[in-house]
C-alpha cells in the first residue's frame, strides 16, 4: 500500500508560483510514474503533468506547458511541480498519482492518489 502525502499549496496571485511537493512511502518509489492532477469545483478531475519512474520523461497538459515543470529526486521518495506565471484558471486541489513505470494521462491509469492541497490563485 502506498501512501501519498501533498504540501505546498496556498493562496498566490495571478502571475506568481509555487513549489507542490508529494512525499511518497510504503512502495518501492523508484519504480513508480507519478502523476499531478487537479479538480475545480464543479469540474471533473484533469491531468495537469506526469513523470515516469526514473525522471526520463515527462508529460505535460497543454493548458500547464512551458509554465509547469515536474520533477522527482527518488532519494527522498518525493515528486514536485514547480508552478509559475500562475492565472486565476490553475484554482483547484492538486492531486498527486502514482502507478506503475511510464507515465499516463488518465485518472483511471493510476493506483494510489494523496488527498489533495489546494492551490488559489486570485486575480
Known amino acids: 500500500q502506498v501512501q501519498l502525502v501533498e504540501s505546498g499549496g496556498g493562496l498566490v496571485q495571478t502571475g506568481g508560483s509555487l513549489r507542490l511537493s508529494c512525499a511518497a512511502s510504503?512502495?518501492?518509489?523508484?519504480?513508480?510514474?507519478m502523476g499531478w492532477f487537479r479538480q475545480a469545483p464543479g469540474k471533473e478531475r484533469e491531468f495537469v503533468a506526469a513523470?515516469?519512474?526514473?525522471?526520463?520523461?515527462?508529460l505535460y497538459a497543454d493548458s500547464v506547458k512551458g509554465r509547469f515543470t515536474i520533477s522527482r529526486d527518488n532519494a527522498k521518495n518525493t515528486v514536485y511541480l514547480r508552478m509559475n506565471s500562475l492565472k486565476p484558471e490553475d484554482t483547484a486541489v492538486y492531486y498527486c498519482?502514482?502507478?506503475?513505470?511510464?507515465?499516463?494521462?488518465?485518472?483511471?491509469?493510476?493506483?494510489?492518489w494523496g488527498q489533495g492541497t489546494q492551490v488559489t490563485v486570485s486575480s
Open positions: 498519482a502514482t502507478r506503475y513505470y511510464t507515465a499516463g494521462y488518465y485518472v483511471n491509469e493510476y493506483d494510489y
Open positions: 510504503g512502495g518501492t518509489f523508484s519504480s513508480y510514474a
Open positions: 513523470i515516469n519512474w526514473s525522471g526520463g520523461s515527462t
